[in-house]
C-alpha cells in the first residue's frame, strides 16, 4: 500500500546530504553546471521511450517552469549528429542555483535486424566519438566550456522472460560495460509474478558474474563513517549511515526492475504515475512494485558524481591512454601530435549490412525488371519480322496472281 508521501519524488540536488551537496558544487563548472548523459539501449519494444518520458514527468513534476526539453531533432541539428539511429532528448533540472543538463540518448535500432552480430558496435562508436570529441576539444587553446555529451550511464534494457538471457544482449552488454557505467534493467517488470521476478534476477546476476560483465554498483564508503564519528556531529554521522545502508539497498536490487507509463492515475486523492490492470493498479514509483525509484535516486541523486568521476576518471582516461599510445606510435613523435579521428569500420554496422542487402535486392530486381522488358521487346521486333514477312508473301502472292492474270490475257490477245 502506497502511503502519500511515497508519490512525492525524492529525486533532487538540494534535498542530498550537505557534504554530497556540498561535494558536487565544487565539481560542477564556475556557472554551477553539471552534464549528466544517459544512454537508454534495448531492443524496440521494450519501453526505452516511455521509461524516458516517464523520467522526465516524474523528475519534474514537482519542478516545473524550471526545465527545458529540447526534441531529438533540434538537438541533431544543432550538433550535427549523423547517427541517425540515435535520438537525444535533453532537459534541465534547476534548483538552489544549481543546474544539471541530462541528455538522455535513446538508441532505437538495437537487435531489430535480422543479422545482428556487432549489433553493439554502433553503440560502442558512438561512445568512443564522444570521448573523441571531448579530447580533441582538450587539445584546443580555449577549453573553457566543451561540449560533453560523453555517456555517463548506461541503462540496458532485458526483456522480461523467466528464461535466459540472450546470447547477444550478454555480448552486448560485455562490449559496453568496458566503455562506461552500465547499469542493466529488467523493463516491463510488471508482466512477471513476484517469484518470476526473483528468479530472473538472480539468473542474471549468475550470468553477469560468469561472464565477468563489469556492471556498475554503487561505492560503499564504510571506513568514511568510521572517520567521521570522532570529529563530526550526530547529523552528518547519520546521514552516513542512511547513505551506507542505502547503496547496500541498491547493490540488493540490482538488475532493477522498471516500469515505464505515461498514464496516471487516482490514488487516495493523489495522481500517480502507473500501469492498470483488472486486478489493480501497478505503480511507477511504489517501491513494493518495482526498482524505478532507486534507479531514480542512482542516476539523479545519490550516484549521480560517481557516474560523472568514474566516467571521466577510469572509463574516458583509458580511451585516452589508448588512443594516444596508438597515435604516437603512429606519427613517430615527430612534434606535433594532433588526433586524427579513427575510422569506424561502418561495415561493421548491421544498420548498413541491413541496406546493402536490400540495396543488393533492389539491384537484382531492377535487373529482373529490365531483362523482362528487354525479352518483351526482342518478342515485339520478331512479331513484327513476321508480320512484315507475312505481308510480303501476301503482297507477293497477289503480284504473282496478277502476272498470270496479264500472261492469261496476252495468250488471249495472241
Ligand atoms: N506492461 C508494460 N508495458 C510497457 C512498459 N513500458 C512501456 N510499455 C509499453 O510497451 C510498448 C513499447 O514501448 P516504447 O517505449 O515505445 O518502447 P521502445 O521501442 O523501447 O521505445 C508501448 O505500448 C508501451 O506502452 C511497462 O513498464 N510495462
Ligand atoms: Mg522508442
Same mark, same amino acid.
Given at each position: 500500500m502506497s502511503t502519500l508521501n511515497a508519490n512525492i519524488p525524492e529525486v533532487g540536488i538540494s534535498e542530498l546530504p550537505n557534504q554530497i551537496y556540498k561535494k558536487i558544487l565544487s565539481n560542477a563548472s564556475k556557472h554551477n553546471e553539471q552534464i549528466l548523459n544517459l544512454m537508454i539501449v534495448g531492443e524496440s519494444g521494450l519501453g526505452k521511450t516511455t521509461f524516458i518520458n516517464t523520467l522526465f514527468q516524474t523528475t519534474l513534476k514537482e519542478r516545473q517552469g524550471a526545465y527545458d526539453r529540447e526534441g531529438a531533432d533540434d538537438f541533431a541539428k544543432k @550538433? /550535427? @549528429?549523423k547517427t541517425t539511429s540515435i535520438e537525444i532528448t535533453r532537459c534541465q533540472l534547476e534548483e538552489k542555483n544549481f543546474t544539471l543538463n541530462v541528455n538522455l540518448i535513446d538508441t532505437p535500432g538495437y537487435g531489430d535486424f535480422i543479422n545482428n552480430t556487432k549489433a553493439w558496435l554502433p553503440?560502442? %562508436? *558512438? &561512445?568512443d566519438e564522444q570521448y573523441d570529441h571531448y579530447m580533441r576539444q582538450e587539445q584546443q587553446p580555449f577549453r573553457d566550456s566543451k561540449f560533453d555529451l560523453r555517456v555517463h550511464a548506461i541503462i540496458f534494457f532485458i526483456k522480461p522472460t523467466n528464461g535466459t538471457l540472450k546470447p547477444l544482449d550478454v555480448i552486448t552488454m560485455r562490449e559496453l560495460s568496458k566503455k562506461g557505467n552500465l547499469i542493466p534493467v529488467i523493463s516491463k517488470s510488471d508482466t512477471l509474478t513476484r517469484n518470476e521476478l526473483t528468479q530472473f534476477k538472480s539468473k542474471i546476476r549468475n550470468v553477469i558474474e560468469e561472464q565477468n560483465i563489469q556492471i556498475f554498483t554503487p561505492p560503499i564508503f564504510e571506513e568514511s563513517s568510521n572517520a567521521f564519528s570522532g570529529s563530526v556531529d550526530e547529523d552528518t554521522v547519520n546521514n552516513n549511515k542512511a547513505a551506507i545502508q542505502h547503496a547496500k539497498q541498491l547493490i540488493e536490487s540490482m538488475p532493477f526492475a522498471i516500469i515505464g507509463s505515461e498514464e496516471q492515475y487516482e490514488l487516495n486523492g493523489n495522481k500517480v504515475y502507473g500501469r +492498470?490492470?483488472?486486478? /489493480?493498479? &501497478? !505503480?511507477? !514509483?511504489n517501491e513494493a512494485?518495482? %526498482? *524505478?525509484? +532507486?534507479l531514480r535516486s542512482l542516476l539523479l541523486r545519490t550516484n549521480l558524481l560517481d557516474l560523472i568521476h568514474s566516467t571521466h576518471n577510469s572509463h574516458y582516461e583509458y580511451y585516452r591512454k589508448q588512443r594516444l599510445q596508438v597515435n604516437s606510435a603512429e606519427n613517430n613523435n615527430n612534434g606535433i601530435n594532433i588526433l586524427p579521428a579513427p575510422v569506424r569500420k561502418m561495415s561493421h554496422n548491421p544498420r548498413f549490412k541491413e541496406e546493402e542487402l536490400a540495396l543488393k535486392r533492389y539491384f537484382t530486381e531492377q535487373v529482373k525488371v529490365e531483362e523482362q522488358r528487354f525479352r518483351q521487346w526482342e518478342q515485339n521486333i520478331v512479331n513484327e519480322r513476321i508480320r512484315l514477312n507475312n505481308d510480303l508473301e501476301e503482297e507477293q502472292n497477289k503480284v504473282k496472281k496478277l502476272e498470270d492474270q496479264i500472261r492469261a490475257l496476252q495468250m488471249k490477245t495472241k
Open positions: @550538433n /550535427g @549528429n553503440l560502442c %562508436d *558512438f &561512445i +492498470k490492470y483488472p486486478w /489493480g493498479l &501497478i !505503480e511507477v !514509483e512494485h518495482c %526498482d *524505478f525509484r +532507486k
